[in-house]
């Protein structure tokens, strides 16, 4: 392989320098690490570098705490029964951490649950209604899709939303505060065009209307 | 290239993941008063922490205290801990903390034999010997830089953090790290030269 001549001011020869250090420790992301590891191939000054900053780090890697454990924890055990009785300390916490964890599965819950509520909606009461105003509409027959605004969507926000589709609202809000919309021509790129609205939470299509 | 430095990147992060799993298990007990998840977490973190604060300090009865402090806010302000950063850089955040303010409380150098004193208490075999020599002389060296470039050299190559978490211990931006870095470990390269060459 042909070595590459770099200057060694170059932006590159630079930026791997100011990360070798952590190239060496190897906690870069995969990222870094392959372009440093790149140019390292190519650069006798970093190669030099390198290998003496993994001689530095080996320098101390056996060395033994030098401090007793045991007569540490009797010590500060002694400070901790010292101390003021605290208030009482809370119980443990729902962390954020765990309830990113549940967020998928709770979405997924949302949205299955959306998703029958409007199926009912739609389908159900057409079979079953039996008291109708003259000249009312019938309710949700030509919807074809299912949107949700964000809670904080101004109503020109929705407005908006819907020119831009081609869309009108024919139903809702559900208990789930969704929508139903006959889209005019209910493509995937419209629909996509509709969720890409500020102010749109969430659009379903309704196969089963729109291939009517 | 990882592994010709003998870093086998996958079995480092494993290991870390399923630490920092135990760290948040523990942190969550102590949080909630129970003191003898304290004490196993003090027990994991002493020698940690005796490491990061032997490098900078060379004062044994300054390391003790600096520690116990770190340990005792850590006992007290458990509950506040946030889990935007690993339980690690939390405590290494106290610590390095702690440190800084003992240091410069403290303000008084370091002279030579203080550093020796190091190498002296545990004598041994001649390669035990020869590494207390080695550590000696990189204390001398670490302690001739300030405290702010001594702490992220010692956290980048003896406790091989990231500079991300680095930038939060030190609260500083990850630039300024390392730019630390990269000025603290050129000096600290002379001055391990200048003291070899001034060896007989």
């Known amino acids: ?212 | 290239m990882l592994r010709h430095f003998g870093i086998d990147g996958k079995t480092v992060t494993s290991t870390r993941r399923s630490s920092e799993d135990a760290d948040l298990a523990l942190i969550d007990r102590v949080a909630a008063g129970d003191l003898p998840a304290f004490e196993t977490l003090y027990r994991i973190y002493h020698p940690r922490l005796d490491r990061f604060l032997s490098l900078m300090t060379s004062r044994r009865t300054l390391v003790e205290e600096v520690l116990n402090d770190t340990m005792l806010v850590v006992w007290r302000r458990s509950d506040t801990y946030n889990r935007q950063s690993k339980v690690s850089t939390w405590i290494f955040a106290i610590a390095y903390r702690t440190a800084l303010k003992a240091l410069r409380d403290q303000d008084e150098p370091v002279d030579a034999a203080a550093a020796d004193e190091l190498s002296s208490e545990d004598p041994g075999p001649e390669q035990q010997l020869m590494a207390g020599q080695m550590r000696s002389q990189l204390v001398r060296g670490l302690e001739a830089l300030s405290a702010e470039q001594r702490s992220v050299l010692v956290l980048t190559y003896f406790h091989d953090l990231p500079y991300s978490d680095i930038a939060r211990i030190v609260d500083c931006p990850v630039d300024t790290v390392k730019t630390r870095v990269f000025h603290g470990r050129r000096r600290l390269r002379a001055l391990l030269q200048d003291n070899a060459g001034a060896r007989p």
């Open chain 1, 1 to 212: 392989m042909k070595a590459r001549i770099l200057p060694l001011d170059s932006a590159e020869h630079r930026s791997a320098q100011d990360l070798l250090p952590w190239f060496v420790n190897g906690t870069l992301g995969a990222a870094e690490a392959s372009s440093v590891a790149r140019h390292l191939a190519g650069c006798e000054r970093c190669q030099k570098d390198a290998a003496e900053q993994a001689q530095l780090r080996a320098s101390v890697a056996a060395m033994e705490a030098a401090g007793d454990v045991e007569r540490g924890w009797a010590v500060l055990r002694s400070r901790i029964e010292a101390l003021p009785p605290a208030p009482a300390r809370r119980p443990e916490r729902v962390t954020p951490g765990r309830w990113r964890r549940w967020l998928p599965l709770a979405l997924a819950v949302q949205t299955a649950l959306i998703v029958t509520l409007v199926l009912v909606l739609v389908a159900g009461p057409a079979r079953e209604e039996r008291y109708r105003a003259l000249g009312a509409q019938p309710a949700a027959s030509d919807a074809n899709a299912v949107a949700v605004f964000r809670g904080d969507a101004t109503s020109q926000q929705m407005r908006d939303a819907l020119q831009a589709a081609g869309a009108r609202i024919v139903g809702g809000p559900t208990v789930t505060d969704a929508y139903l919309l006959h889209v005019a021509h209910p493509t995937p790129q419209v629909l996509s065009r509709l969720r890409a609205q500020p102010g749109v939470l969430r659009v379903e299509a309704l196969q089963e209307e729109a291939s009517r």
